[in-house]
């Protein structure tokens, strides 16, 4: 499974199970991870690739330039997926 910048993942494990994020980059086995609130640009969640779900879609470049952006577009992301 190929995970790049922008891409949508749903947590699998830990205390943001069931939660939407963004990959921000990649190392190795874990993925860097925002959702624009608890999980900041400034301060994202290293999650194991293990652990994480991709949800078929991918972020612009644009909406991951700032916190807000990321907030919105998992929102509408959110709102597509369940309705």
């Known amino acids: 499974m190929e995970i790049r910048r922008g891409q949508i993942m749903r947590s699998l494990a830990g205390h943001d199970k069931g ?3 963004a ?7 874990f993925a860097y991870m925002a959702d624009g ?4 640009l ?8 293990m ?3 991709p949800a078929g879609a ?19 992301f959110q709102r ?3 309705d």
Request: net charge positive; glycine share 2%; proline share 2%.
């Open 58 to 76: 991918v972020l612009s470049e644009e909406s991951l330039s700032t916190n807000r952006q990321i907030r919105l577009a998992l929102a509408e």
């Open 23 to 29: 990959v921000l980059k990649t190392e190795g086995a």
């Open 42 to 49: 400034d301060h994202p969640k290293k999650k194991k690739l």
């Open 19 to 21: 939660d939407f994020q």
């Open 51 to 53: 652990h994480l779900a």
């Open 37 to 40: 609130k608890r999980r900041t």
């Open 80 to 82: 597509a997926d369940y």
